[in-house]
Structures are given as structure tokens and as C-alpha cells.
Nanobody, 126 residues
Framework: QVQLVESGGGSVQAGGSLRLSCTTS????????MAWFRQAPGKEREVVAG????????YHPNSVKGRFTISLDNASNTLYLQMNNLKPEDTAMYYC???????????????????WGQGTQVTVSS
């Protein structure tokens, strides 16, 4: 049984930092991609960082590039998201996700992920 459990969310002031963690269990050998998504009320879920587990190539959209960094620790089966210089528009529920099978050009899209955590809330005040 696959489990993804996020932690590390909270409330911070603009300019502050948070580090999200996602502990995983049950993932199989063909898990080729992992990512962090976020969803604010009334908005669609969007990717904020992704990593290919084999090549360790990463993706960060322009909205967070230079502020957010994804990393993966295989020894502890933990995915991280370091978030610096947080802005009020970063306020959202953040989700960890894992995808099985070969990754293609859609690997940063919601539909490419099979497993999801329950989410952790990040609130940034101005």
C-alpha cells in the first residue's frame, strides 16, 4: 500500500521560509517522478516543483523559480520542498505526489500522478 505523508506546513510572514517534507512508503521500482503541487481555494491544482527519480532532473515553474527547491533523499524515502522568500500568493494547500511508469512531456501535469498525500497547509501573511 502506497502512502505519502506531508508535514512542515504552517503560517509565516512574507519573506519567511518553510521546508515541507513528504515521507513515502510502498512506492515501487517504477516510480519515475515525484512532485509538489498546490491548490488555493477556487483555483486549479498546479505544480510547483517536480523531480525525475532516475536522472534527478528538476522542474520549477517561473512563479517559484529561485525561491523553491525540490530534493529527494532515497535513503529515507523522503521528498522535500524548501521554500524561501515566501509571498502571500504562495498561500495554498500543498500536496506531494508520485507517478509510476515512464515519464513523458506531461510529467509535470496533475494527470501524470497516481498517488497523492493528504496535503499540508501553507499560509503566508503580508
Amino acid at each position: 500500500q502506497v502512502q505519502l505523508v506531508e508535514s512542515g506546513g504552517g503560517s509565516v510572514q512574507a519573506g519567511g521560509s518553510l521546508r515541507l517534507s513528504c515521507t513515502t512508503s510502498g512506492l515501487t521500482y517504477d516510480t519515475s517522478r515525484m512532485a509538489w503541487f498546490r491548490q488555493a481555494p477556487g483555483k486549479e491544482r498546479e505544480v510547483v516543483a517536480g523531480i525525475l527519480t532516475g536522472s534527478r532532473n528538476t522542474y520549477h515553474p517561473n512563479s517559484v523559480k529561485g525561491r523553491f527547491t525540490i530534493s529527494l533523499d532515497n535513503a529515507s524515502n523522503t521528498l522535500y520542498l524548501q521554500m524561501n522568500n515566501l509571498k502571500p500568493e504562495d498561500t495554498a494547500m500543498y500536496y506531494c505526489a508520485a507517478g509510476r511508469g515512464p515519464s513523458d512531456l506531461t510529467w509535470t501535469q496533475v494527470r501524470s500522478y497516481n498517488y497523492w498525500g493528504q496535503g499540508t497547509q501553507v499560509t503566508v501573511s503580508s
